[in-house]
């Protein structure tokens, strides 16, 4: 934790004696009593810290933390995640600038990175994004030798009322030593599109190709519409590939042997101001072994009930799945109630039955209930209980115990 310390007291003490506009404060600890499969008790805590000051000065300087800090008492052990520490000014009205640990998403996929970006806002209408640094992962640890770098660049539109339109371009090493362009770099090169037409429909497509194996690692086509008050209607198509001669292992890659296709269709039925029928269904095609491919389909129901004058929502759901890789089937029932303006309790409850290929058959149950109530201002208390009964874990039952608190204040 102490390779932390000079960069978020650094960061703090930049905003501490200025006059700041707005300051946010968001913690939440869980905490939880279990019995690992082994029958070892833990009893994991778990701080989630995020702290903000923004609009200081001519500059709006504003500074961004987020963290996660977890200790097993019985165990003793302990672990800490750094997730964001940013620094973000704006030194003319056209810049913007944001330093440090922080998330960026410009089109190909979100990265966590230590590094900086700036966006320039040369016209009304037109925005343009460079960012580079080095990606993270709090899994592997948050400082390695060599996580590698990535460099990108993001051109857009902006402020057009019906049409988004975005270009973008990446370069990433995964080792800096290594100068194996096809299996150590990647340049990409990406698209993003959607156009709305009277309200009543949506366009929009993605395109995503890695020039350097010269493979086009995604594309996607949608169509969202509304033909009445009622009735809301999605389809997609897309098509996903990777490049399989690169040191750096993906899932695509490891477990097909080739390009995946997907379809996508989901319906929301909007019945009365208490009932709606949601369903989505998913078609799946992909290179299991060189030139055999397999099916897979994905099928959801639901009845959402809201019931606003009592403060209750409910939805039963029925979801089945079927692979190359097994077959599942279930159904789900989760519960809200508001009993009082400061009091709630959630629940949930889940049944499925499932056969896979390795003969691993078996059913599965799950339970949950939560109760909270807002003890001061900003500030809840909540406590709950699961159940989980499957092939590893024949009695598992979890308490846990939960605080959020969320401040807010303009000075």
């Not at 990446?170 to 309200?199: C, E, I, M, P, Y």
């Not at 209607?233 to 042997?257: A, C, H, S």
């Not at 369903?279 to 639901?302: C, F, M, P, T, W």
């Not at 109630?337 to 799950?366: G, M, P, Q």
Request: with cysteine.
């Amino acid at each position: 934790m102490k390779n932390y310390a000079p960069l978020l007291c650094s960061l703090l003490c930049l905003a501490a004696p200025l006059q700041a506009a707005s300051l946010q404060w968001d913690t939440t600890t869980l905490g939880q009593a279990r019995e690992a499969v082994n029958g070892r008790q833990e009893l994991p805590i778990n701080e989630y810290l995020g702290l903000g000051v923004a609009e200081i000065g001519k500059w709006q300087l504003g500074v961004q933390t987020d963290m996660r800090y977890v200790r097993d008492f019985q165990q003793s052990l302990h672990d800490y995640d750094l997730y964001q520490a940013l620094l973000h000014f704006r030194p003319v009205e056209s810049v913007q600038v944001d330093f440090g640990r922080q998330f960026v998403n410009q089109g190909f996929s979100v990265q966590m990175l230590d590094g900086i970006q700036t966006t320039f806002y040369p016209h009304r209408l037109l925005e343009i994004g460079v960012y580079s640094g080095i990606p993270r992962s709090v899994e592997r640890g948050d400082f390695n030798q060599n996580d590698g770098l990535i460099t990108g660049l993001s051109v857009g539109l902006r402020d057009l009322a019906h049409t988004r339109v975005r270009l973008h371009a990446a370069w990433q090493k995964n080792n800096t030593r290594l100068n194996d362009l096809r299996r150590n770099d990647a340049f990409l090169v990406g698209l993003d599109l959607s156009q709305q037409f009277q309200g009543t429909q949506t366009l929009y497509a993605l395109a995503e190709y890695d020039t350097t194996a010269k493979v086009l690692n995604t594309g996607t086509a949608g169509i969202d519409l509304y033909p009445t008050r009622w009735l809301a209607l999605n389809t997609e198509f897309n098509y996903f590939n990777v490049n399989r001669d690169t040191n750096r292992p993906t899932i695509l890659g490891l477990f097909t042997q080739g390009h995946m296709l997907t379809w996508r269709f989901s319906s929301t039925w909007t019945f009365t101001r208490y009932l709606q029928l949601v369903e989505s269904y998913a078609y799946q095609s992909i290179e299991a072994h060189k030139n055999d491919r397999r099916n897979g389909h994905l099928l959801e129901v639901g009845l959402p009930v809201s019931w606003e004058t009592i403060g209750l929502y409910f939805q039963p759901s029925y979801y089945l799945s079927r692979s190359f890789g097994g077959n599942a089937q279930g159904v789900r029932l989760s519960a809200h109630e508001d009993l009082t303006e400061r009091w709630f309790i959630d629940a949930a409850v889940d049944f499925a039955s499932y056969r896979k290929i390795t003969n691993d058959n078996d059913i599965a149950f799950s339970s949950n209930f939560w109760t909270g109530y807002e003890i001061l201002k900003d500030w809840t208390l909540a406590a709950g209980i699961e159940y989980n009964n499957n092939n590893l874990l024949t009695r598992d039952v979890r308490g846990s115990m939960r605080i959020d608190y969320h401040y807010g204040h303009k000075i």
